[in-house]
């Protein structure tokens, strides 16, 4: 996931207060991604839907 997605569509480009809540933010935007986002390369489904559908 390119850091342009992490910083502009999930509102991660802030800084953190600590060392812990970067790893936190990342793990929820990888969730995000993967299972609320659809993604043109896709046909506009989520990578979840999709390997559901493969499976």
């Known amino acids: 996931m390119p ?3 992490v910083k502009q569509e999930y ?3 802030c800084s953190f ?3 812990q809540q970067a ?3 990342v793990t929820e ?3 995000l991604d993967n299972t ?3 993604h043109l390369a896709l046909n506009y489904e ?3 839907n999709m390997h559901r ?3």
Do not use: D
Request: aromatic share 4%; glycine share 12%; hydrophobic share 40%.
């Open 29 to 31: 935007a990888m969730f």
């Open 53 to 55: 559908k493969v499976a």
């Open 11 to 13: 509102g991660r480009g």
């Open 36 to 38: 609320m986002r659809p």
């Open 23 to 25: 790893p936190t933010a």
């Open 17 to 19: 207060l600590n060392k």
């Open 46 to 48: 989520t990578p979840e």
């Open 3 to 5: 850091n342009g997605i």
